[in-house]
Structure formats: structure tokens, C-alpha cells
């Protein structure tokens, strides 16, 4: 029985191993994670109140047992909800073209590299507005065989006013003061300087 145990984990081993070859052609941006690579925790849409703080996680183990070389990185594509809402998502994990990323205004916010076989990092946002609605993305890039494999995930960000938001209109210019009635006492003087000027 232990020889047939250990000869069923030397078969299945063998097919994941032979599962993790590569075809020569591939997108640049490619959700293929073969042999053992996957992303281990991704981050998800939210909504969030202005002013919260916000955390999105994404982490990503890699193929191969050696250690090489990893990155990560994340990035902002401003506000395309109707973009993200027409793609085809597949466990969170979505084959793009380079064609799909030209035209979106996509901005890097931070890049992590390891030598290793496991990447992870933590995006965190603090006290969010409405500006920082949008679409985030966690890509990886993984050198494990010699040649750069691109995976990415995303995530939406949907930022609502909080509960004690005041919404904040222009102030107008102060107004000028009202002009004050005259004293009594200088107007009567003047009055009597007027009286004697007419007497004379």
C-alpha cells in the first residue's frame, strides 16, 4: 500500500510538473498561471465613506522552488467603472493587451521587488475622497524562467460621502460693514457752525 501511495505522488507530481511548460506565445498580460503560480490574495471592488482609511491586499507565489526574481506593483486607472464592468472576470484573474492599456489613463502608485519565490504587498489609502474612486490594479511580474510573465488582478473603489460631510459651497466675499448713523453730539456742532455762518 505504501508503495502505491508513493508511486500515486510521484505520478502526480510528475503531471504538474509536466502541466507547468509554457507555450511559446503568450499575451503580454497574461492570466496563465502555470505550475504552481498563483495569486494567494487578491484584492476585491469595495466602497468605502471619505475619509476612511482603505487597505487592498494582493499576494502572489510563484512557480518555481529556486529563487528569482519578482515584482509587483500597483496601479490606479482613474474612475472607469463602466470599463470594469464589461470585462469578462475570471476568478479575478483577467487576461488584457497591451491595446486595452494604452488608452486608460493608468497612473503606478508603488513597485516592490524580491529575489524569492513568494511577493506580497499591502496598497493603503488614507482618509479616501471621491478622487481616489476607481479601478486598482496588483500586477506581478515574474521572472522564474528567464523571460518576464505579467499576471494582474483588479479591484474597484467606489468612494462615498460620509455620513458628517458638509458639502462645502465658494464663500461669498465678506459683505461691507453697514455705514454707522453719525454721533449726535459732532452733528449738532455742525449744525451750529452752519447756524452761525448763516447769522452773520
Known amino acids: 500500500l505504501a508503495v502505491a501511495l508513493g508511486a500515486l505522488h510521484y505520478l502526480a507530481l510528475f503531471l504538474q510538473l509536466g502541466g507547468a511548460t509554457r507555450p511559446a506565445g503568450h499575451a503580454p498580460w497574461d492570466n496563465h498561471v502555470s505550475g504552481h503560480a498563483l495569486f494567494t490574495e487578491t484584492p ?20 518555481g522552488s ?11 486607472v482613474r474612475s472607469h467603472r463602466d470599463w470594469t464592468d464589461k470585462q469578462a472576470w475570471a476568478s479575478n484573474q483577467l487576461k488584457a493587451s ?11 502608485i508603488s513597485v516592490v521587488k524580491v529575489v524569492g519565490s513568494n511577493i506580497s504587498h499591502k496598497l493603503r489609502l488614507s482618509r479616501v475622497k471621491p478622487t481616489d474612486e476607481g479601478t486598482y490594479e496588483c500586477r506581478v511580474i515574474d521572472f522564474s524562467d528567464g523571460k518576464a510573465r505579467h499576471h494582474k488582478v483588479k479591484a474597484y473603489l467606489r468612494v462615498q460621502p460620509g455620513e458628517n460631510s458638509v458639502l462645502h459651497l465658494p464663500e461669498a466675499p465678506p459683505a461691507a460693514p453697514a455705514p454707522q448713523p453719525p454721533k449726535p453730539g459732532k452733528e449738532l456742532r455742525k449744525r451750529s457752525v452752519d447756524q452761525e455762518a448763516c447769522s452773520l
Open 66 to 76: 529556486p529563487s528569482y526574481s519578482l515584482e509587483i506593483q500597483w496601479w490606479y
Open 44 to 63: 476585491h471592488d469595495m466602497t468605502a465613506r471619505t475619509g476612511e482609511d482603505v487597505e487592498m491586499a494582493c499576494s502572489f507565489r510563484g512557480s
Open 98 to 108: 497591451q491595446q486595452e492599456d494604452a488608452g486608460k489613463e493608468a497612473t503606478k
